[in-house]
């Protein structure tokens, strides 16, 4: 398992965007699972969206969709999330993850991705 660090977290006003990174390291395969997950306070840690490296299939929550973009970097190793229209009800704890092995049951499988990075905080303000 590698490492994962997030950085680009913040806060907003609704209407705003901010830009996640998410850089990979130690990994033994470039092929790969990238995914965020995101965790406000007293729910769920939820999927947002995730891509497979390096051919760069892309999925998305349907929560996010049209909003948020995920890309890659694969000179970089970087996964990048671009969210736009931020609204408040997108706070909480953002989480990059990583799978190495095929994913059963869809993009945003929690059992399916063992590592993770430390996480970065979205505050979206009304």
């Known amino acids: 398992q590698g490492q994962l660090v997030e950085s680009g977290g913040g806060s907003v006003q609704a209407g705003g965007s901010l830009r996640l990174s998410c850089a990979a390291s130690?990994?033994?395969?470039?092929?790969?699972?990238m995914a965020w997950f995101r965790q406000a306070p007293g729910k769920e840690r939820e999927g947002v969206a995730a891509i497979y490296t390096p051919r760069g299939t892309t999925g998305y929550a349907d929560s996010v969709k049209g909003r948020f973009t995920i890309s890659q970097d694969n000179a970089k190793n970087t996964v990048y999330l671009q969210m736009n229209s931020l609204k408040p009800e997108d706070t909480g704890m953002y989480y990059c993850a990583a799978a190495l092995e095929p994913l059963y049951g869809g993009w945003f499988k929690l059992m399916g991705y063992k590592s993770w990075g430390q996480g970065t905080q979205v505050t979206v303000s009304s």
């Open positions: 130690g990994f033994s395969s470039n092929r790969k699972y």
